[in-house]
Protein backbone atom coordinates (compact mmCIF):
# COMPACT_ATOMS: atom_id res chain seq x y z
CA UNK A 1 0.00 0.00 0.00
CA UNK A 2 1.36 3.47 -1.16
CA UNK A 3 1.51 6.01 1.94
CA UNK A 4 1.21 9.68 2.13
CA UNK A 5 2.86 11.08 -0.99
CA UNK A 6 4.38 14.68 -1.43
CA UNK A 7 5.92 16.71 -3.82
CA UNK A 8 8.16 18.69 -4.22
CA UNK A 9 10.52 17.27 -1.74
CA UNK A 10 12.29 20.36 -1.90
CA UNK A 11 12.24 23.71 -3.02
CA UNK A 12 14.28 27.34 -2.97
CA UNK A 13 12.60 30.02 -3.57
CA UNK A 14 12.80 33.80 -3.10
CA UNK A 15 10.70 35.91 -0.94
CA UNK A 16 7.69 37.70 -1.91
CA UNK A 17 7.08 34.36 -4.76
CA UNK A 18 4.31 32.13 -4.35
CA UNK A 19 4.76 27.93 -3.53
CA UNK A 20 2.42 25.46 -3.59
CA UNK A 21 3.10 22.48 -1.84
CA UNK A 22 0.97 18.93 -3.26
CA UNK A 23 -0.28 16.03 -0.74
CA UNK A 24 -1.60 12.66 -1.84
CA UNK A 25 -2.89 10.95 1.00
CA UNK A 26 -3.66 6.92 1.69
CA UNK A 27 -6.28 6.07 -0.20
CA UNK A 28 -9.29 5.38 2.11
CA UNK A 29 -7.82 8.29 4.44
CA UNK A 30 -10.92 10.86 5.49
CA UNK A 31 -8.88 12.92 7.57
CA UNK A 32 -5.80 14.74 5.98
CA UNK A 33 -3.58 17.51 7.92
CA UNK A 34 -0.99 19.81 7.09
CA UNK A 35 1.92 20.94 9.50
CA UNK A 36 4.67 23.00 9.94
CA UNK A 37 7.84 21.41 11.54
CA UNK A 38 10.54 24.07 12.26
CA UNK A 39 14.21 22.81 12.77
CA UNK A 40 14.37 21.57 16.27
CA UNK A 41 10.71 21.47 16.96
CA UNK A 42 7.94 19.17 16.72
CA UNK A 43 5.16 19.42 13.88
CA UNK A 44 2.59 22.12 14.38
CA UNK A 45 -0.88 21.98 12.71
CA UNK A 46 -1.84 24.42 10.31
CA UNK A 47 -5.03 22.89 9.26
CA UNK A 48 -7.26 19.83 9.08
CA UNK A 49 -9.49 18.33 6.89
CA UNK A 50 -12.77 15.80 6.73
CA UNK A 51 -13.58 14.91 3.34
CA UNK A 52 -13.23 18.52 1.52
CA UNK A 53 -14.28 20.41 4.57
CA UNK A 54 -11.52 22.47 6.72
CA UNK A 55 -12.87 21.42 10.29
CA UNK A 56 -10.02 23.53 11.51
CA UNK A 57 -7.76 26.51 10.35
CA UNK A 58 -6.99 28.29 13.27
CA UNK A 59 -3.48 28.14 13.05
CA UNK A 60 -3.46 28.97 9.36
CA UNK A 61 -2.01 32.26 8.85
CA UNK A 62 -4.83 33.36 6.47
CA UNK A 63 -2.76 36.33 4.80
CA UNK A 64 -0.74 34.82 3.01
CA UNK A 65 -1.66 30.50 3.45
CA UNK A 66 -4.41 28.78 1.65
CA UNK A 67 -5.27 25.15 1.27
CA UNK A 68 -7.61 23.25 -0.61
CA UNK A 69 -9.22 20.03 -0.97
CA UNK A 70 -11.45 19.89 -3.25
CA UNK A 71 -12.67 16.54 -3.99
CA UNK A 72 -11.63 14.91 -0.73
CA UNK A 73 -8.42 13.41 -1.71
CA UNK A 74 -5.55 14.54 -2.54
CA UNK A 75 -5.24 18.45 -1.35
CA UNK A 76 -2.45 21.78 -1.72
CA UNK A 77 -1.11 23.99 0.35
CA UNK A 78 -0.24 27.53 -0.54
CA UNK A 79 1.82 30.45 0.49
CA UNK A 80 1.65 33.66 -1.50
CA UNK A 81 3.74 35.75 -1.23
CA UNK A 82 6.52 33.38 1.25
CA UNK A 83 8.63 35.55 3.30
CA UNK A 84 11.78 34.20 4.97
CA UNK A 85 10.24 33.35 8.04
CA UNK A 86 8.25 30.17 6.10
CA UNK A 87 11.55 28.05 5.67
CA UNK A 88 10.76 24.78 7.60
CA UNK A 89 9.66 21.53 6.57
CA UNK A 90 5.78 21.17 5.25
CA UNK A 91 3.99 17.40 6.35
CA UNK A 92 1.04 16.43 4.76
CA UNK A 93 -0.30 13.60 7.57
CA UNK A 94 -3.37 11.15 6.59
CA UNK A 95 -5.66 9.20 8.84
CA UNK A 96 -8.87 7.13 8.47
CA UNK A 97 -11.08 9.40 10.23
CA UNK A 98 -9.39 11.58 12.45
CA UNK A 99 -9.90 11.81 16.45
CA UNK A 100 -7.76 8.40 18.19
CA UNK A 101 -6.90 7.30 14.71
CA UNK A 102 -3.06 6.98 14.03
CA UNK A 103 -1.80 9.77 11.22
CA UNK A 104 0.50 8.27 8.51
CA UNK A 105 2.82 11.10 7.77
CA UNK A 106 4.30 11.68 4.00
CA UNK A 107 8.08 12.56 3.69
CA UNK A 108 7.52 16.59 3.84
CA UNK A 109 8.63 19.47 1.64
CA UNK A 110 11.29 21.24 2.67
CA UNK A 111 11.33 24.87 1.88
CA UNK A 112 13.85 27.62 1.76
CA UNK A 113 13.12 31.06 1.37
CA UNK A 114 15.97 32.90 0.29
CA UNK B 1 -0.23 27.24 28.96
CA UNK B 2 -1.13 23.78 27.37
CA UNK B 3 1.89 22.02 26.32
CA UNK B 4 4.22 18.35 25.59
CA UNK B 5 7.36 18.59 26.83
CA UNK B 6 10.31 16.70 26.19
CA UNK B 7 13.38 17.48 28.26
CA UNK B 8 15.82 15.73 26.66
CA UNK B 9 16.68 17.44 23.47
CA UNK B 10 20.03 15.67 22.77
CA UNK B 11 20.55 12.15 24.12
CA UNK B 12 23.75 9.91 23.71
CA UNK B 13 24.29 6.31 24.45
CA UNK B 14 26.69 3.66 23.44
CA UNK B 15 24.94 0.53 22.55
CA UNK B 16 23.46 -1.72 24.71
CA UNK B 17 22.40 0.98 27.06
CA UNK B 18 18.82 1.55 28.38
CA UNK B 19 17.03 4.25 27.28
CA UNK B 20 14.36 6.49 29.37
CA UNK B 21 12.89 9.47 27.38
CA UNK B 22 10.74 11.74 29.19
CA UNK B 23 7.83 13.27 28.04
CA UNK B 24 4.78 15.30 30.45
CA UNK B 25 2.03 17.41 29.11
CA UNK B 26 -0.42 19.64 30.57
CA UNK B 27 -3.53 18.99 29.26
CA UNK B 28 -6.72 18.09 31.19
CA UNK B 29 -9.21 15.55 30.06
CA UNK B 30 -9.48 12.74 28.38
CA UNK B 31 -5.74 12.52 26.62
CA UNK B 32 -4.44 9.68 24.31
CA UNK B 33 -0.38 9.61 24.05
CA UNK B 34 1.58 8.83 21.16
CA UNK B 35 5.37 8.02 20.47
CA UNK B 36 6.49 9.01 17.05
CA UNK B 37 10.48 7.90 15.16
CA UNK B 38 11.59 9.77 12.37
CA UNK B 39 14.90 7.68 11.39
CA UNK B 40 17.58 9.96 9.44
CA UNK B 41 15.88 10.67 5.80
CA UNK B 42 12.63 9.14 6.60
CA UNK B 43 9.27 10.11 7.54
CA UNK B 44 7.64 10.07 10.90
CA UNK B 45 5.93 6.94 11.86
CA UNK B 46 4.66 5.78 14.83
CA UNK B 47 6.37 3.69 17.56
CA UNK B 48 3.69 3.27 19.96
CA UNK B 49 0.18 4.33 21.62
CA UNK B 50 -1.81 4.56 24.74
CA UNK B 51 -5.55 4.42 24.30
CA UNK B 52 -6.79 2.86 27.43
CA UNK B 53 -6.24 0.19 29.80
CA UNK B 54 -2.89 -1.41 30.54
CA UNK B 55 -0.75 1.24 31.18
CA UNK B 56 1.89 -0.41 30.10
CA UNK B 57 2.03 -0.40 25.84
CA UNK B 58 4.42 -2.10 23.75
CA UNK B 59 5.49 -0.76 20.31
CA UNK B 60 7.84 -1.99 17.84
CA UNK B 61 11.10 -3.01 18.08
CA UNK B 62 11.05 -3.50 21.79
CA UNK B 63 10.22 -0.04 23.07
CA UNK B 64 7.74 0.44 25.63
CA UNK B 65 6.23 3.46 27.18
CA UNK B 66 4.19 3.72 30.45
CA UNK B 67 1.68 6.06 31.12
CA UNK B 68 1.24 7.76 34.57
CA UNK B 69 -1.37 9.68 34.51
CA UNK B 70 -1.20 11.06 37.87
CA UNK B 71 2.78 12.72 36.91
CA UNK B 72 0.76 13.35 33.54
CA UNK B 73 4.23 11.62 31.99
CA UNK B 74 4.44 8.94 29.04
CA UNK B 75 8.13 8.27 29.03
CA UNK B 76 9.51 5.90 26.49
CA UNK B 77 11.77 3.25 27.51
CA UNK B 78 14.30 0.70 25.68
CA UNK B 79 16.56 -1.85 28.29
CA UNK B 80 19.39 -2.28 25.16
CA UNK B 81 19.55 0.46 22.31
CA UNK B 82 21.22 -0.49 19.49
CA UNK B 83 22.99 1.80 16.58
CA UNK B 84 20.12 1.51 14.39
CA UNK B 85 17.81 3.28 17.21
CA UNK B 86 19.31 6.30 16.20
CA UNK B 87 16.98 8.51 15.33
CA UNK B 88 14.46 11.47 16.24
CA UNK B 89 11.64 10.90 18.67
CA UNK B 90 8.11 13.07 19.49
CA UNK B 91 5.92 12.49 22.00
CA UNK B 92 2.49 13.61 21.00
CA UNK B 93 -1.03 14.01 22.96
CA UNK B 94 -4.19 13.89 21.38
CA UNK B 95 -6.73 16.17 23.44
CA UNK B 96 -10.43 15.16 23.67
CA UNK B 97 -10.38 13.86 20.37
CA UNK B 98 -9.48 17.06 18.62
CA UNK B 99 -5.51 17.53 17.46
CA UNK B 100 -2.34 16.23 17.77
CA UNK B 101 -0.04 18.03 19.88
CA UNK B 102 3.61 17.38 19.50
CA UNK B 103 6.98 18.16 21.82
CA UNK B 104 9.53 19.45 20.37
CA UNK B 105 11.41 15.98 20.33
CA UNK B 106 14.63 14.16 21.50
CA UNK B 107 17.41 13.26 19.13
CA UNK B 108 19.13 9.55 20.43
CA UNK B 109 22.71 9.37 19.25
CA UNK B 110 23.45 5.86 20.01
CA UNK B 111 27.52 5.16 19.08
CA UNK B 112 28.63 1.73 18.11
Redesign the interface.
Known amino acids: EAGVVQSPRYKIIEKKQPVAFWCNPISGHNTLYWYLQNLGQGPELLIRYENEEAVDDSQLPKDRFSAERLKGVDSTLKIQPAELGDSAVYLCASSLDGGYNEQFFGPGTRLTVL | AQS ?1 SQHN ?1 HVILSEAASLELGCNYSYGGTV ?1 L ?1 W ?1 VQYPG ?5 LL ?1 Y ?1 SGDPLVKGIKGFEAEFIKSKFSFNLRKPSVQWSDTAEY ?1 C ?1 V ?1 VN ?9 TRLTVKP
Not at chain 2, 42 to 46: D, G, S
Open positions: VHNFYQHLQLKFFANNNDMRFGAG
